[in-house]
Protein backbone atom coordinates (compact mmCIF):
# COMPACT_ATOMS: atom_id res chain seq x y z
CA UNK A 1 0.00 0.00 0.00
CA UNK A 2 1.26 3.60 -0.78
CA UNK A 3 1.73 5.32 2.62
CA UNK A 4 1.98 8.73 1.19
CA UNK A 5 -1.68 8.51 0.24
CA UNK A 6 -3.99 10.48 1.91
CA UNK A 7 -5.57 7.89 4.61
CA UNK A 8 -9.41 7.99 2.82
CA UNK A 9 -7.55 6.74 -0.33
CA UNK A 10 -5.44 4.32 1.15
CA UNK A 11 -8.14 3.22 2.81
CA UNK A 12 -9.98 2.36 -0.36
CA UNK A 13 -6.88 1.34 -2.12
CA UNK A 14 -7.56 -1.40 -4.76
CA UNK A 15 -10.98 -1.24 -4.76
CA UNK A 16 -13.21 -1.51 -7.50
CA UNK A 17 -15.72 1.44 -6.72
CA UNK A 18 -14.39 5.00 -6.44
CA UNK A 19 -14.46 6.22 -3.26
CA UNK A 20 -16.86 8.21 -3.47
CA UNK A 21 -19.51 6.20 -4.43
CA UNK A 22 -18.39 3.99 -1.50
CA UNK A 23 -18.76 6.90 1.06
CA UNK A 24 -22.12 7.82 -0.37
CA UNK A 25 -23.86 4.74 -0.15
CA UNK A 26 -22.33 4.30 3.36
CA UNK A 27 -23.66 7.45 4.76
CA UNK A 28 -27.00 7.14 3.06
CA UNK A 29 -27.79 3.86 4.30
CA UNK A 30 -26.97 5.31 7.94
CA UNK A 31 -28.79 8.57 7.38
CA UNK A 32 -31.92 7.76 5.99
CA UNK A 33 -34.73 4.81 5.77
CA UNK A 34 -33.40 3.42 2.97
CA UNK A 35 -32.42 -0.65 2.31
CA UNK A 36 -29.57 -2.12 0.44
CA UNK A 37 -32.27 -2.43 -2.57
CA UNK A 38 -33.07 0.77 -2.34
CA UNK A 39 -29.64 1.88 -2.74
CA UNK A 40 -28.86 -0.32 -5.36
CA UNK A 41 -32.00 1.34 -7.49
CA UNK A 42 -30.60 5.01 -6.81
CA UNK A 43 -27.20 4.02 -7.99
CA UNK A 44 -28.69 2.54 -11.45
CA UNK A 45 -30.28 5.82 -11.69
CA UNK A 46 -26.86 7.50 -11.49
CA UNK A 47 -25.13 5.19 -13.91
CA UNK A 48 -23.59 2.36 -11.18
CA UNK A 49 -24.20 -0.71 -11.41
CA UNK A 50 -23.86 -2.35 -7.80
CA UNK A 51 -25.29 -5.68 -5.70
CA UNK A 52 -26.98 -4.94 -2.14
CA UNK A 53 -24.85 -7.72 -1.20
CA UNK A 54 -22.13 -5.65 -2.31
CA UNK A 55 -23.13 -2.69 -0.29
CA UNK A 56 -23.64 -4.43 3.04
CA UNK A 57 -20.28 -5.61 2.74
CA UNK A 58 -18.86 -1.55 2.67
CA UNK A 59 -21.32 -0.85 5.20
CA UNK A 60 -19.41 -4.18 7.26
CA UNK A 61 -15.77 -3.34 6.25
CA UNK A 62 -15.54 0.13 6.61
CA UNK A 63 -18.07 1.60 9.33
CA UNK A 64 -15.99 0.67 11.82
CA UNK A 65 -12.86 2.65 10.60
CA UNK A 66 -15.61 5.98 9.79
CA UNK A 67 -16.07 5.56 13.20
CA UNK A 68 -12.78 5.63 14.39
CA UNK A 69 -12.45 9.16 12.44
CA UNK A 70 -14.82 10.67 13.79
CA UNK A 71 -14.27 9.63 17.27
CA UNK A 72 -11.20 11.89 17.14
CA UNK A 73 -13.12 14.71 17.07
CA UNK A 74 -15.92 13.67 19.45
CA UNK A 75 -16.63 16.44 22.49
CA UNK A 76 -16.16 15.15 25.82
CA UNK A 77 -19.17 13.93 27.44
CA UNK A 78 -20.53 14.54 31.05
CA UNK A 79 -20.31 13.11 34.42
CA UNK A 80 -23.96 12.20 34.44
CA UNK A 81 -25.14 9.37 33.10
CA UNK A 82 -29.02 7.91 32.29
CA UNK A 83 -28.77 4.74 31.18
CA UNK A 84 -31.61 2.53 29.57
CA UNK A 85 -31.96 -0.92 27.44
CA UNK A 86 -33.96 -1.15 24.77
CA UNK A 87 -34.97 -4.59 22.32
CA UNK A 88 -33.52 -5.23 18.62
CA UNK A 89 -34.63 -8.31 16.80
CA UNK A 90 -31.50 -10.24 15.04
CA UNK A 91 -32.06 -13.36 13.62
CA UNK A 92 -36.03 -13.54 14.22
CA UNK A 93 -34.58 -13.41 18.19
CA UNK A 94 -34.73 -10.49 20.96
CA UNK A 95 -31.35 -9.25 21.62
CA UNK A 96 -30.53 -6.29 23.61
CA UNK A 97 -28.97 -2.61 22.93
CA UNK A 98 -27.50 -1.00 25.53
CA UNK A 99 -27.17 2.95 25.70
CA UNK A 100 -26.34 5.93 27.57
CA UNK A 101 -26.33 9.43 27.43
CA UNK A 102 -25.58 12.65 29.52
CA UNK A 103 -27.36 15.22 30.67
CA UNK A 104 -26.82 17.16 27.53
CA UNK A 105 -28.63 14.26 25.60
CA UNK A 106 -25.09 13.54 23.81
CA UNK A 107 -24.23 9.73 23.73
CA UNK A 108 -22.15 8.16 26.23
CA UNK A 109 -21.62 4.56 24.81
CA UNK A 110 -24.13 1.49 23.47
CA UNK A 111 -23.67 -2.16 23.23
CA UNK A 112 -25.42 -4.61 21.25
CA UNK A 113 -26.08 -8.11 23.62
CA UNK A 114 -27.18 -10.70 22.83
CA UNK A 115 -28.28 -11.59 26.89
CA UNK A 116 -29.62 -8.73 29.25
CA UNK A 117 -27.84 -9.41 32.19
CA UNK A 118 -25.55 -8.47 35.04
CA UNK A 119 -22.52 -10.02 32.82
CA UNK A 120 -23.93 -7.88 29.94
CA UNK A 121 -24.37 -4.75 31.92
CA UNK A 122 -20.72 -4.77 33.38
CA UNK A 123 -19.48 -5.08 30.25
CA UNK A 124 -21.35 -1.99 28.60
CA UNK A 125 -20.46 -0.01 31.40
CA UNK A 126 -17.04 -1.37 31.62
CA UNK A 127 -16.53 -0.35 28.03
CA UNK A 128 -18.16 2.89 28.65
CA UNK A 129 -16.19 3.90 32.09
CA UNK A 130 -12.64 3.20 29.71
CA UNK A 131 -13.36 5.46 27.32
CA UNK A 132 -14.60 8.28 29.30
CA UNK A 133 -14.09 7.85 32.79
CA UNK A 134 -16.65 6.81 35.71
CA UNK A 135 -19.49 8.89 35.83
CA UNK A 136 -20.53 10.47 39.17
CA UNK A 137 -23.84 9.90 38.79
CA UNK A 138 -25.78 7.24 36.96
CA UNK A 139 -29.98 6.89 35.98
CA UNK A 140 -30.94 3.47 35.52
CA UNK A 141 -34.59 2.01 34.79
CA UNK A 142 -36.00 -0.45 37.66
CA UNK A 143 -34.46 -4.02 35.72
CA UNK A 144 -32.33 -5.96 39.00
CA UNK A 145 -29.36 -6.85 36.86
CA UNK A 146 -28.24 -3.68 35.95
CA UNK A 147 -28.55 -2.66 39.25
CA UNK A 148 -26.75 -5.30 40.51
CA UNK A 149 -24.14 -4.75 37.55
CA UNK A 150 -23.65 -1.50 39.18
CA UNK A 151 -22.94 -2.60 42.97
CA UNK A 152 -20.19 -5.43 41.75
CA UNK A 153 -18.77 -2.73 39.53
CA UNK A 154 -18.56 -0.37 42.85
CA UNK A 155 -17.20 -2.91 44.75
CA UNK A 156 -14.56 -3.67 42.16
CA UNK A 157 -13.34 -0.19 42.54
CA UNK A 158 -14.45 0.54 38.30
CA UNK A 159 -17.20 3.07 40.01
CA UNK A 160 -16.27 4.66 42.97
CA UNK A 161 -18.34 4.01 46.32
CA UNK A 162 -20.07 7.32 46.50
CA UNK A 163 -21.39 7.88 43.13
CA UNK A 164 -24.95 7.84 43.37
CA UNK A 165 -27.07 5.72 41.20
CA UNK A 166 -31.02 6.95 40.37
CA UNK A 167 -34.14 5.41 39.10
CA UNK A 168 -35.98 7.76 37.69
CA UNK A 169 -38.66 7.22 34.41
CA UNK A 170 -38.74 11.28 33.92
CA UNK A 171 -35.16 11.52 34.14
CA UNK A 172 -34.63 8.61 31.76
CA UNK A 173 -36.82 9.93 28.77
CA UNK A 174 -33.59 11.53 27.76
CA UNK A 175 -31.93 8.60 26.30
CA UNK A 176 -35.44 6.61 25.41
CA UNK A 177 -35.99 9.60 23.16
CA UNK A 178 -32.64 7.86 21.41
CA UNK A 179 -33.83 4.69 21.25
CA UNK A 180 -36.36 5.57 19.30
CA UNK A 181 -34.52 7.21 16.72
CA UNK A 182 -32.56 4.38 16.22
CA UNK A 183 -35.30 1.78 16.27
CA UNK A 184 -37.02 4.25 13.37
CA UNK A 185 -33.95 3.91 11.26
CA UNK A 186 -33.92 -0.01 11.94
CA UNK A 187 -37.18 -0.44 10.73
CA UNK A 188 -36.58 -0.28 6.97
CA UNK A 189 -33.28 -2.55 6.80
CA UNK A 190 -35.93 -5.60 6.34
CA UNK A 191 -34.23 -7.32 9.50
CA UNK A 192 -31.07 -8.29 10.89
CA UNK A 193 -29.41 -11.71 9.30
CA UNK A 194 -25.92 -12.23 11.36
CA UNK A 195 -25.68 -10.40 15.47
CA UNK A 196 -22.18 -8.70 13.92
CA UNK A 197 -24.32 -6.88 10.71
CA UNK A 198 -26.48 -6.04 13.39
CA UNK A 199 -24.02 -4.35 15.85
CA UNK A 200 -22.06 -2.72 12.89
CA UNK A 201 -25.40 -1.05 11.18
CA UNK A 202 -26.18 0.44 14.71
CA UNK A 203 -22.93 1.74 15.02
CA UNK A 204 -23.37 3.74 12.08
CA UNK A 205 -26.89 4.82 13.20
CA UNK A 206 -25.34 6.07 16.16
CA UNK A 207 -22.63 8.31 14.79
CA UNK A 208 -25.49 10.00 12.67
CA UNK A 209 -27.29 10.27 16.00
CA UNK A 210 -24.22 11.99 17.35
CA UNK A 211 -23.47 14.32 14.55
CA UNK A 212 -27.14 15.53 14.87
CA UNK A 213 -26.48 16.45 18.40
CA UNK A 214 -23.88 18.29 17.60
CA UNK A 215 -21.48 15.83 19.29
CA UNK A 216 -18.67 16.66 17.36
CA UNK A 217 -16.43 19.73 17.35
CA UNK A 218 -14.39 19.50 13.80
CA UNK A 219 -13.23 23.33 13.69
CA UNK A 220 -9.89 22.43 13.67
CA UNK A 221 -10.60 20.94 10.14
CA UNK A 222 -10.81 23.27 6.49
CA UNK A 223 -14.34 23.19 6.41
CA UNK A 224 -16.37 26.12 6.55
CA UNK A 225 -19.82 26.94 8.13
CA UNK A 226 -22.74 25.76 6.32
CA UNK A 227 -20.01 23.23 3.97
CA UNK A 228 -22.19 20.67 2.55
CA UNK A 229 -22.42 17.21 3.63
CA UNK A 230 -19.63 15.28 1.62
CA UNK A 231 -16.87 17.47 2.12
CA UNK A 232 -17.06 17.44 5.98
CA UNK A 233 -16.70 13.64 5.67
CA UNK A 234 -13.85 13.95 2.95
CA UNK A 235 -12.44 16.19 5.40
CA UNK A 236 -12.92 13.76 8.70
CA UNK A 237 -11.51 10.94 6.04
CA UNK A 238 -8.67 12.67 4.92
CA UNK A 239 -7.21 14.31 8.05
Known amino acids: MNQS ?6 LF ?40 TTILRWVQRFMPEFEKRWSRYARPVGTSWRVDETYIKVRGRWTY ?27 FFTGAIERHGAPERITLDGYPATHSAVAELKK ?28 QRIYPMLGFKKFDN ?27 EGTIVPHIWKAVLDA
Open 5 to 10: LPYASS
Open 198 to 224: AATAISGIELVQKMRKRHFDISALTVG
Open 156 to 183: SGMLRPQMKVWTSKYLNNLVEQGHRRVK
Open 97 to 123: LYRAVDRQALTVDFRLSEHRDIAAAKQ
Open 13 to 52: HGRHFDRTIIILCIRWYITYKLSYRDLVEMMAERGVDVSH
